[in-house]
């Protein structure tokens, strides 16, 4: 950077989501945007002219924003004046974007993908070669809006802002300037939570499994007999007991490939990678009325009211048309990930096999062959394989999870280094017997020693459950999508817990800034003496005021 006080960011892509974020960017920083498509930058520069952009953002005390960037282009050759590169392109054409950006590119630059899909840092890392390793990938879980163009190329709006947004950065050393410079272009929110690596967002990706899945539920010769619907299918709302049992096999074939990764690499995280129905109750919280089964879970969402199925009309009926984003875009550059993934580690994926053995038929792809993967199309797709990755060693190296990248004592590690170069920092964990009414950020790690009680709040409603460790116990408040982990007996861990008071007892909970998961059984019996129950006791109120 020129001056401390500044950067360039280039914002790739045309469509609603790249010219938001331009809009939002160009109001503080140099911002060029950059399309490769056909003649979209010429369109767009001719659209705006010399006028501003106007982007609105619903809701927000300041509504409207007006800026200019600095320029629209396709020429590649702007990347030597970035200091941060935003994808929001479709992921089909995010090889084309590095691959032309890499002679370019200056050391340092942060690439944030925004999704980054399934193996975009693998990706990345194939078409930049050695120069990958001087660079910083930055994978998002999700877009931070749900945004739309009003008027292409001159006026955007920004209908909702994601509370957080799940990211991960390759290498991690680079983690707190990356995801600082990111979250002062995004703003206060939303928050960007970080993920421990790019392996668990990519299997995490819900598009690869739902996508194709419903789409395989409703369309396989076993449910359609190929004759035109009188009206469009809902999608989400229309999952069936078929499609539902096809969904969770998908999703359980790709948590044993999570499983076995974290198997063959010492110390890899991949929680975050979690199933269908948990990544729902985390997602869209409050918006399901009855979330008993993946199913309910979709069926009742409201967020997907009245989303249908693509369709294309036909002599007064409707087609799916099976050549749609949810087949031609999440099978090469997600399910296909997975899939070879797990072929490499040894873990079967009968279900997963099935949808992509028809879905490439759908979409004119060779992808699988007997059930292995070496169709001549790999190299369209995320497949490990498609970039000559064939052994789990080569993956784990390709992935950062090896060698020279803060796992065991590969060359050119040992003592002495930065933290940011070896293993994340450590959380410092807190005990019960500490816990006080103004306690906040606090780490814990939990036995639930009763069954939780359903409460009617405000707010909606919340699960209590007495836990305890070692030097007391406590009531932990839950919210809807942690309810399942208050089972009688279990671990839970809190992270940036706090203590708030509620009929002058203590509860503690966990806000959007923390986190709560399960965890491993603790070594210690819980002190069940009532007297060292921290929300038995009664606090009084007191005015400080003079």
């Given amino acids: 950077m020129g001056d401390v006080t500044d950067i360039c960011v280039l914002v790739c892509g045309g469509g609603n989501a790249a010219q938001v974020v331009t809009g939002l960017f160009s109001m503080r920083y140099k911002t060029i945007a950059v399309s490769f498509f056909q003649d979209e930058a010429a369109r767009w520069k001719a659209a705006l002219g010399n006028d501003d952009f106007e982007l609105t953002v619903e809701g927000a005390n300041v509504s409207k924003i007006k800026s ?5 282009t396709n020429d590649p050759s702007v990347a030597a004046q970035a200091d941060v590169i935003i994808l929001a392109v479709p992921s089909f054409a995010h090889g084309e974007y590095f691959e032309k950006f890499a002679p370019h590119m200056k050391p340092g630059t942060i690439v944030g993908v925004m999704p980054a899909r399934s193996g975009g840092d693998i990706l990345f890392n194939s078409k930049l070669g050695d120069k990958a390793s001087e660079m910083v990938f930055v994978g998002f879980e999700t877009l931070p809006w749900a945004c739309r163009f009003s008027e292409w190329g001159r006026k955007a709006t920004i209908l909702g802002t994601k509370n957080t947004i799940l990211a991960a950065v390759t290498p991690p050393s680079a983690r707190a300037r990356a995801l600082g410079t990111l979250q002062g272009l995004l703003g206060v929110f939303p928050l960007i939570v970080e993920s421990p690596t790019n392996l668990a967002i990519s299997l995490r990706n819900p598009g690869m499994v739902v996508h194709p899945g419903v789409m395989y539920g409703r369309w396989c010769s076993e449910q359609w007999d190929g004759k035109a619907k009188t009206e469009k299918p809902l999608f989400y709302q229309g999952v069936d007991d078929f499609t539902e049992e096809v969904l969770l096999s998908m999703t359980k074939e790709v948590q044993s490939v999570s ?5 063959l690499v010492t110390g890899l995280n991949l929680k975050d990678a979690c199933t269908l129905k948990k990544w729902y109750m985390e997602c869209y919280a409050g918006q399901m009325s009855d979330t008993s089964t ?6 009742t969402n409201k967020a997907y009211d009245g989303l249908t199925h693509p369709c294309i009309e036909e002599n007064g009926g409707f087609m799916p048309d099976l050549k749609y984003r949810y087949l031609a875009e999440d099978v090469p550059t997600g399910l296909c990930f997975a899939k070879g993934l797990a072929e490499i580690i040894g873990v079967k994926t009968p279900t997963i096999d099935k949808v992509i053995t028809w879905a490439q038929g759908c979409i004119g792809l060779e992808i699988l062959v007997d059930g292995k993967m070496t169709g001549k199309d790999l190299d369209k797709t995320r497949a490990p394989q498609g970039v000559g990755v064939t052994t789990t060693q080569a993956f784990i190296e390709m992935a950062g999870l090896g060698k020279g990248k803060g796992k065991g004592k590969g060359k050119g590690e040992g003592k002495g280094k930065g933290e ?8 410092r964990f807190h005990i019960v017997g500490k816990i006080r009414p103004d306690s906040t ?3 814990l790690k939990l036995k639930v020693v009763s069954e939780a009680t359903v409460v009617e709040t405000k707010g909606g409603k919340i699960w209590e459950c007495r836990c305890g460790d070692k030097t007391g116990t406590v009531v932990v408040s839950l919210r809807e999508p942690h309810q399942d982990l208050a089972k009688k007996d279990g671990t839970i861990v809190l992270r940036n817990a706090k203590a708030s008071m509620v009929a002058h007892h203590i509860r503690v909970s966990v806000d959007k800034w923390g986190k709560v998961e399960a965890g491993e059984a603790l070594e210690d019996e819980v002190e069940m003496d009532d007297k060292k129950n921290v929300s038995a006791m ?9």
Avoid at 259 to 263: S, W
Avoid at 420 to 427: A, I, L, M
Avoid at 538 to 546: D, T
């Fill in 420 to 427: 940011g170069e070896g293993e994340p920092r450590k959380p």
């Fill in 294 to 299: 993946l199913k309910a879970c979709m069926n």
């Fill in 68 to 72: 200019k960037p600095a320029d629209i």
């Fill in 441 to 443: 950020g606090l780490n």
């Fill in 259 to 263: 499983r076995k990764m974290e198997k």
């Fill in 538 to 546: 009664e606090y009084e109120l007191v005015n400080s005021g003079k």
